[in-house]
């Protein structure tokens, strides 16, 4: 059983930058794809960005591409979600999750029912 423990959210102004982070503990966090997803008020969760086991692969959502940079540090168990240019739209909540995709040919997720562990979510507002 894997544990995931979100920090870092909170309220910022538009085209500000906030970083989120997730602490993993109670498995083999480097044998995981890691992935962020968000769900705004009303709306469905979507997949935000993912990282493969040792971070070789990334892949973000086209709506964060260019803004957001995913990175994992596998000796401390944890993965972080860079945001810049922050908008409106991005007010959310975050969610980490480990997916353990059991394969050395799939190495990233990003539907959300691949993934196994998910955290309790944390708050990101993005103030106009």
């Known amino acids: 059983q894997v544990q995931l423990v979100e920090a870092g959210g909170g309220l910022v102004q538009a085209g500000g930058s906030l970083s989120l982070s997730c602490g993993a503990s109670?498995?083999?966090?480097?044998?995981?794809?890691m992935g962020w997803f968000r769900q705004a008020p009303g709306q469905e969760r979507e997949f935000v960005a993912a990282?493969?086991?040792?971070?070789?692969?990334?892949h973000y959502a086209g709506s964060v591409k260019g803004r957001f940079t995913i990175s994992r540090d596998n000796a401390k168990n944890m993965v972080y979600l860079h945001m810049n240019s922050l908008e409106p739209e991005d007010t959310a909540d975050y969610y980490c999750?480990?997916?353990?995709?059991?394969?050395?040919?799939?190495?990233?997720?990003?539907?959300?029912?691949?993934?196994?562990?998910w955290g309790q979510g944390i708050q990101v507002t993005v103030s106009s």
């Open positions: 109670g498995g083999t966090f480097s044998s995981y794809c």
């Open positions: 990282i493969s086991w040792n971070g070789g692969v990334t």
């Open positions: 999750a480990a997916a353990n995709l059991r394969s050395s040919i799939v190495v990233i997720a990003t539907t959300q029912d691949l993934y196994d562990y």
